[in-house]
Every structure is written in structure tokens, then in C-alpha cells.
């Protein structure tokens, strides 16, 4: 390091501690979020975006893949997708009509966990879209025409991720870190079938019992909600019933030693591997900690295997933080074993040896950006707050996250990283003349 | 449309942000404010404190059009090498610390006609963010070192696009389209090039088109453009345009090709994709025709109208729609469609058959065309809201196009009426030429009656590519 960057850098971790205080209380943005509990006990969160008339409405079922029996986890996106086809009060070219019109972006999209249908519009045609979104997540139609091309839809969109290496990757290795019936996992072979198998008869059922005030909320995002549309809103809604159904409790995915490894041959000139391991919940008290110790690994990674090595493009580490948490390091590479062994070293490493205060601060420092960058736009804005309404059923926790971010320190950060970064599973997708499974072991045995 | 991405290759420094959609455009009301610094570079800056974030965005009109055949894929190169060492930072370790340290979100792209860096950063680490900036394009250091390492992840970046299916068919068709002047058209590059690359040729391309006579600084968000103008002037100074410097122009394409299609399969092709690409109109050149070209590919898009209803919402194709995207020297009009092998042959006439559908009175109608202004027109606000990505939109826009065309784009799209649509169609479509290409896996193309004829290319095309 050089003394101009060692004596900027002090300046600027004030700087940053400061805005990260500035973050904490977060005030301005919590002010401008309400919530509305309606009759049926349904949650409005609505929260106003001075100077801008888009809109963002979205209406989120807190369910998913998931929630489903092991042979039918296909049903829901499969639904979602038939949805926004056509309703009661709307026909298929009705609808497309007013979104064509209007410009209303219409979209319902299945989740593992939950699923959404949401519109985004100027606040000019806001009537018009509300009526259409309180139609598509009410009263679907799931006529057999628009069902079997929803189906066609989403065999291709399942197709599209087998023939791509990186999606194929991530199949891969989810064939071995979930077992068959494990409520995560649906591989897009199984998708397949599973589409293939369903009826207009199956979603109509399964819609039905969608329809439960107790597991929906509604997010708004755009300017202060007039009371007109909020009363238009809630007369929507409010008829949906309370039915108080169940939601699973996922386990975490088990660790099979013997059964922790897949490869699938492809004849591609670069090596896609992926590494799944079990992580903390996005519920547990960790959560923070493993969000920075992920990020500051990813960071190591690139250092050492893109930076200093030059053995990949693309290398990473990330969570993926639903009920159950998941750890994720990726990496394609045409020299495998090289790459193998040098992030098993670093995961070693940063086991052993943690971060440094200075680390830690570093990555608040990005954290600040990603943070606002979220608050930037409508959309992201509107994702945020409905994930923290459906993970801890506030949605004014996202304002909170900075003050938990600030809270983290490097010893909380080394914990996590000694209980977390074991037991690996790795898919690999590459040509089987080129690899060696053995060289796998490196990384099995950190 | 997923093909789409195959053709419109935009190429990043990080493997995430990657994207390479369709660049909308906006309306007469400016939302920028221009200047000019004390050494030429241009500056645009767009005042929306919507949070307390600026982001900065250096363009150049450089990439694949500025290249020599020899040296195609090394703007890529020179792209990478900018995330490296300078004159105050000493490699890119170093780089990625003051990165974090001034909590910087980053990416860098290349694509034929624009190289683009972009920051994203607290609002009140801008005058720290633009001195970065400002050493990292004015005194790179370009470290023989450095670039053995850099060489390796770019070719990793190379391997990843070799690893699709459609990766030769792809570089068959460039190469047919715009024959010796294919690699105008190819920022990625030729693997042996990159192999070889040397720092005297990164010099070169610093020199040829990394100056300010040749790019623009676009700064948005919590910024006022007063103190963009101060702080750019204080940190560019330095940097400066060669004396008798001249912007590179690699001289016109030849002629498009006759007819040609290509079919070729792949064991990994999971459906059958066919394309058909005519000769489209560039924004320098033929600015009318590109207006009116948006303006048809939105007909098209139309789910209320013919094209859709046929080919998509019937089921006939898995999507469908026509691509164009607005580029400065090179227009290509992209006919396509995704489908199950059953279909494919039935999908591939009618495709061909849609131009002359086109032409015949009826066809789109006026509400549709009122439909498109207003979906064009709301466009632009959604692209406000978003100013870190609003930016690179306005970098995009001055590289390819100008801003006097970006400026006055919604206002010119409301003069297209569907008796210039039919125009368009007849000159561009109807009898002219036209280059198709298939991809899809062996079993497939039995089913849909296909035969691989790509061996003849491949041989021509990419034997020592």
C-alpha cells in the first residue's frame, strides 16, 4: 500500500462510520413507510416516493415450490405463469389490451418460498391497473388453452437452464445437496415432467388455496397513496378470506459424505463448478455476520484465483438466505485442479485468520452503496420491503439491516466462517477427459 | 428474446451486470445538463438526488469499430487493464482497496461501438470518486505483468461464451454479414489474438481512442453540475488529446451478402432457434429509418396484434419477435423465433412470409401505433427513476448515436405514421436479402426435417479461428 492510500484510508472510514450512523436511525425512510392491517387481516404496506408518479403494486402469497408435495413443486410457478392470462373479468385479449394501452407492466412470478404478482404503472392509470392485478390474483380463469401454453412456457424457460453450463452447474450440485424430497429442491428434468403433468383442473385447485388473507400482503411503492385508491385497493382485497393454513417448517438440507459429489460431462472448454453448503437462516442471529463474511470471501476469492492466479473470470461466494440458509461459491475455470486447491487455501485461510477491523469496515463501506442502490428505484424498493415482510412480518426491518450491519464485528465474522464453511457438495459440469474427481477432495477436506 | 443477446454482445469486466437489452431512448425535455471541461471531455450530468449516491459513467467511442483485424479483441483487453495500476495506484490490488475503501460498486463494458467504465458511490465520496476515475483512464500503467495475468481471465471470459451452443454459429453469421470487416463487429474477439496481445498495442488504443477528444463523462444523482464542472476540471486536466489526433473511421462494410442460410446443430440445443438478419439502417446514417424501424419492432411486440397472436400467443413458437438494435455504423433487422423441431419448418416459412403480411393495409393499426408513442413515452419516466442506470443509457446514446438524436427521439417517433412503417418494410424486407441460421440439437433436426450444412463454413470461417 502506498502512504497516499494508507493516509486517505482513515479519513474515509470515519466518513463511512459516520454515514453508517446516519443509516442507523433511518427516520426518513421509516416515516415514509406505514402499514394498514384490512378486515380480512390482510397487511398493506405502502410506502411513498416523493417527486416520481410511477407505481409499483404488488400483491405477495407467502408460498411457494416449497410449500408443495415433492411431485407437484412444478404447480406454482406453473400457475404464476398462467395467471396473467386471462380472469373472470378480463379475457386474454382484454388483457392485453390494457397493458398494452396503459403500459402497465403485469407479472406474477413463483418463488421457492413465495410468490408474487405485482404492476408497475404511472399513478395516471393506477385504476385501471388495480382493477386488472385484483382480477389476475382473484379470479384466474386457467382456461385449457391458456394453460397449455403456459405449460409450453415454462418447459422451455426449464429447457433454457439445462442447456445453459453455469444454470446446468447449479443443477448439478443440487442433485446432491438436497435429497429427493427435500422442499428446495426442484430440478428443471423434474419440472419437466411435473408441468408436463398438470391440468387446468390442478391449478384451479391449487389457486383456491392460495386465496388466504392470513398468507397474502400487498406492497405499495409510489406517491402518497390518495384515499380514494387506498379505499379502491382495500374493497379489492379485503373479500379474500382468512383461512390461518400452516406453513412449513423446512429442514436444513442433511450431509451425505458418500453421496457430496456430482460431475455431468459436457465437452465445453471451461470447468463450471459450483459448492453448496448449509448457512444461517435469513431469521438467525447471524444473519448479518454471514451476509459480510460471504461478501468479504468473495472478495478474497477474486483476489487470489482472479487477481493474483488468473485462473478465472468468474469466482465468487454468496448466500441465499431463505428460512434455511445456503452457502454458494462458484467458479468457472479451464485449469480445475490449480483453481481447486487454490480456493480451498483461501477458504482455509480465512477460517484460520478472520478479517481485520479495517476488512470489516471496507465492506460497510459498500454495503452503504448497495443499500441505496436498492432504495433507488420503485421495483427494488418495493422486492426489499415485501422480503422483509414476509421473513420477519415487518417490513420496516429493512431500515434496521445498516444498524445490524454496524453491530458486526470480526470475531462474530471468524465464528461464522469456522461453522459455516464445511461440508461441502460440488457439482461440477465440464469434459470428463479434462477432470479428475479426486482433485475435489481439497476442497471436501477444509 | 433470448437470442437477442447472442448478437448485441456487450462484454463486462465482472461476471454480474452483464446486460445487453435494448437502450431506450428519451423525449425533448433534456435531462441533462452539458459541458464541456477545459480538456474537451464533454460532461453530462443529471441532477436526481433521489438518494444520497452518485454515479459516474466514462464513456469512449471505441470497441470492436476501432479495431484492425489484428488487433480485434484487445479494446476488450485494454478494458480489463483499466480496473489495474496507474500512476497513483500501483496495481490492482491496490485498485480493489480503494475500491472498497471508497465504497464503490463497479463494472466496465465493451461492445462494437462503446467502451463504458461506471462507479456507483456515496454522493459525498464524489470528488474522491472522480480523481479515481481520472487516473485510472489517463494513466493506466498497463504492467507487462499485469497484462500476463489479465490475458488468462479474459480468456476464461472467451471459454465461457465458447461453452454456448450457439457460440460458432454466431461468429458463421458475422462473418458472412460483414466478410473481411467482420471483426468491426466483434468486440470479443479472436481467442489468438488474445493470446499474443502486447502492451505496445494497449498503448496504441490508449492513444487512438481512450482521449477526451473521444469521450464523455456522465454524472448522475446527488450531484448539482456546477460542482461535477469544478471537480471534473480539477482531476481531467492532465489528460489531454494528442495533438492532430482524428477519430478512427475504419471505412464502410461491404455489401450485405446474398441470401445465405446456415444450419447447424449442437448436442446441447435444447430447442430450435432460426433467425433471419436483413441489412438494417444505422442512427448516423439513415436516422428517419430508424425510428421507424423502433417503431415497428414495438408493432410487432404488440400483444394485441397479428404478429404476436400468430406466432406466440397461439403456442405455434416458444417466442417470437423482431430485433433491432440502434447502433451508430452497423443496423441489423433480426427476425426470430424459438420453437419445438415439430413446428420449426412451418415457423421458418412464415417468418419469411411475415414481411409481405407487413405491407398489406390492415395490419398494424393506428390505436397500436398510439399504444407504442405512449408505451415509449412512460418508458422514459420508468428510465429516470433508475439514475445509476439512467446514466449509462445517456453514455450509450452520445457513443453510437449523438446527442441531437437522443435528444429529439420521442418527438421524431410521433412524425412515424404506418404509411412510413409499409415504406420501411418494402425497402428494408421485401426482395432484399437476407442471412438465416438454425441451431438446434441432431435428434431435433430429424424430427423437423433439417440438415446440417455448416460444415462448408465452419471449414471457411473458423478453421484457425
Known amino acids: 500500500m502506498t502512504p497516499f492510500l494508507t493516509s486517505l484510508s482513515s479519513t474515509l472510514f470515519i466518513a463511512a462510520a459516520l454515514l453508517i450512523s446516519e443509516l442507523s436511525s433511518a427516520e426518513p425512510d421509516k416515516n415514509l413507510t406505514a402499514t394498514q392491517t384490512l378486515r380480512n387481516d390482510m397487511t398493506m404496506i405502502s410506502r411513498e416516493t416523493p417527486g416520481s408518479d410511477i407505481v409499483t403494486l404488488s400483491v405477495t402469497f407467502m408460498t411457494g415450490s416449497a410449500d408443495q408435495s415433492f411431485n407437484k413443486r412444478a404447480i406454482n410457478e406453473l400457475a404464476m405463469e398462467a395467471m396473467t392470462y386471462s380472469t373472470k373479468k378480463f379475457n386474454k385479449s382484454k388483457i392485453f389490451s390494457l397493458t398494452e394501452k396503459y403500459s402497465i407492466g403485469l407479472a406474477c412470478r413463483g418463488g421457492i418460498e413465495m410468490s408474487q404478482c405485482s404492476i408497475q404503472t404511472v399513478s395516471e392509470y393506477l385504476p385501471q391497473a388495480i382493477d386488472l392485478l385484483a382480477s389476475v390474483v382473484t379470479e384466474p380463469s386457467f382456461n385449457k388453452d391458456d394453460v397449455a401454453l403456459a405449460k409450453q412456457q415454462r418447459v422451455a424457460d426449464y429447457q433454457r437452464d439445462i442447456q445453459n453450463p453455469e444454470s446446468h452447474a447449479n443443477t448439478t450440485v443440487n442433485t446432491v445437496f438436497y435429497d429427493l424430497h427435500h422442499p428446495y429442491r426442484l430440478l428443471p428434468q423434474d419440472g419437466i415432467k411435473q408441468t408436463e403433468s398438470l391440468t387446468a383442473d390442478d391449478l384451479k385447485t391449487y389457486h383456491r388455496s392460495l386465496l388466504d388473507a392470513s398468507k397474502i400482503f400487498i406492497t405499495y411503492a409510489g406517491p402518497k397513496m390518495s384515499p380514494k385508491i387506498r379505499k379502491n385497493i382495500v374493497s379489492k382485497f379485503e373479500k379474500i378470506p382468512k383461512l390461518n393454513s400452516q406453513k412449513k417448517i423446512v429442514a436444513a438440507p442433511l450431509f451425505e459424505p458418500k453421496n457430496s459429489l456430482a460431475f455431468e460431462h459436457r465437452q465445453i472448454p471451461t470447468a463450471y463448478i459450483r459448492v453448496k453448503f448449509n448457512a444461517p437462516s435469513i431469521l438467525a442471529k447471524d444473519a448479518a455476520a454471514a451476509d459480510i463474511m460471504f461478501e468479504i470471501l468473495s472478495q478474497k476469492l477474486q483476489e487470489e484465483i482472479r487477481t493474483k492466479r488468473s485462473l478465472s473470470y468468474a469466482v465468487y461466494a454468496g448466500t441465499i438466505q431463505y428460512n434455511q440458509g445456503i452457502g454458494v461459491l462458484s467458479v468457472s475455470t479451464s485449469k480445475p485442479k490449480e483453481t481447486l486447491d487454490a480456493m480451498a487455501a483461501v477458504v482455509k485461510s480465512f477460517k484460520e485468520r478472520g478479517v481485520t477491523q479495517e476488512e470489516l469496515n471496507e465492506y460497510r463501506n459498500i454495503f452503504t452503496t448497495s443499500y441505496f442502490l436498492t432504495l433507488e428505484s420503485h421495483g427494488s424498493l418495493a422486492g426489499a420491503l415485501s422480503s422483509f415482510q414476509f421473513y420477519f412480518g415487518d417490513a420496516k426491518k429493512l431500515y434496521d439491516l445498516p444498524q445490524k450491519i454496524s453491530a458486526v464485528t470480526p470475531a462474530d465474522i471468524q465464528r461464522v466462517a469456522k461453522d459455516v464453511l464445511k461440508n461441502f457438495r460440488i457439482g461440477v459440469v465440464y469434459d470428463k477427459e479434462k477432470f479428475e474427481t479426486k482433485w475435489l477432495d481439497v476442497l471436501t477436506k477444509v | ?465
Not at chain 2, 122 to 149: H, Y
Not at chain 2, 180 to 202: C, F, M, S, V, Y
Open chain 2, 1 to 465: 428474446m433470448k437470442l437477442y443477446k447472442y448478437f448485441c454482445i456487450i462484454l463486462s469486466t465482472q461476471l454480474f451486470a452483464a446486460v445487453c437489452l435494448a437502450q431506450s431512448k428519451t423525449s425533448t425535455t433534456r435531462s441533462y445538463k452539458q459541458a464541456e471541461a477545459t480538456n474537451g471531455l464533454q460532461i453530462l450530468t443529471i441532477e436526481m438526488p433521489k438518494v444520497p449516491l452518485a454515479t459516474i459513467v466514462l464513456v469512449a467511442k471505441a470497441g470492436a469499430m476501432t479495431e484492425l483485424p489484428e488487433t480485434n479483441g484487445l479494446t476488450h483487453v485494454w478494458e480489463h487493464m483499466f480496473f489495474k495500476g496507474n500512476k497513483r495506484i500501483p496495481n490492482q490490488e491496490a485498485f480493489n482497496k480503494r475500491i472498497r475503501q471508497l465504497g464503490i460498486t463497479y463494472n466496465g463494458d465493451t461492445s462494437a461501438e462503446m467502451v463504458r467504465y461506471y462507479f456507483t458511490l456515496p454522493s459525498n465520496n464524489l470528488d474522491e470518486g472522480l480523481q479515481f476515475m481520472a487516473d485510472a483512464i489517463s494513466t493506466p500503467l498497463l504492467d507487462d505483468k499485469e497484462l500476463e495475468r489479465e490475458r488468462v481471465v479474459v480468456l476464461d471470459e472467451y471459454d465461457r461464451n465458447a461453452s454456448q451452443p450457439g457460440f460458432e454459429l454466431f461468429n458463421i453469421e458475422r462473418m458472412i454479414m460483414y466478410g473481411a470487416k467482420e471483426h468491426l463487429r466483434n468486440p470479443l474477439g479472436r481467442r489468438r489474438i488474445i493470446e499474443t496481445t502486447n502492451r505496445d498495442q494497449l498503448l496504441t488504443i490508449k492513444s487512438d481512442v481512450f482521449v477526451p477528444a473521444n469521450s464523455a463523462l456522465i454524472v448522475a444523482g446527488d450531484v448539482t453540475a456546477d460542482n461535477v464542472k469544478t471537480l471534473v476540471n480539477k482531476h481531467f486536466a492532465a489528460w489531454t488529446t494528442p495533438p492532430n489526433w482524428k477519430p478512427i473511421n475504419r471505412g464502410p462494410f461491404p455489401d450485405f451478402p446474398q441470401t445465405t442460410e446456415v444450419t447447424k446443430t449442437h448436442q446441447l440445443a435444447q430447442n430450435v432457434t432460426q433467425q433471419f438478419t436483413w441489412k438494417g439502417p444505422r442512427t448516423l446514417h439513415e436516422k428517419s429509418d430508424t425510428w421507424t424501424a423502433d417503431i415497428l419492432l414495438q408493432l410487432l411486440e404488440h400483444r394485441s396484434g397479428k404478429f404476436f397472436k400468430k406466432f406466440v400467443d397461439s403456442g405455434l413458437a416458444l417466442g417470437a419477435g423482431l430485433s433491432y438494435h440502434s447502433q451508430g455504423q452497423a443496423g441489423e433487422l433480426v427476425l426470430y423465433a424459438a420453437s419445438r423441431p415439430e413446428t420449426a419448418s412451418n415457423i421458418r416459412k412464415a417468418l419469411l412470409d411475415q414481411p409481405k403480411e407487413w405491407i398489406k393495409p390492415g395490419y398494424f393499426s393506428a390505436s397500436q401505433l398510439s399504444d407504442v408513442r405512449r408505451k415509449q413515452r412512460i418508458g422514459y419516466k420508468m428510465e429516470l427513476n433508475r439514475p445509476s442506470e439512467y446514466a449509462k443509457t445517456l453514455a450509450f446514446w452520445w457513443a453510437t448515436s449523438g446527442l441531437d438524436y437522443y435528444d429529439n427521439y420521442l418527438s421524431n417517433l410521433e412524425k412515424v405514421n404506418l404509411n412510413d412503417v409499409q415504406k420501411f418494410v418494402k425497402k428494408y424486407f421485401v426482395g432484399k436479402p437476407y442471412v438465416g441460421i438454425t441451431l438446434l440439437n441432431p435428434e431435433d433436426a430429424k424430427v423437423a426435417n433439417y440438415i446440417d450444412n455448416s460444415a462448408p463454413y465452419v471449414e471457411k470461417y473458423l478453421t484457425n479461428y
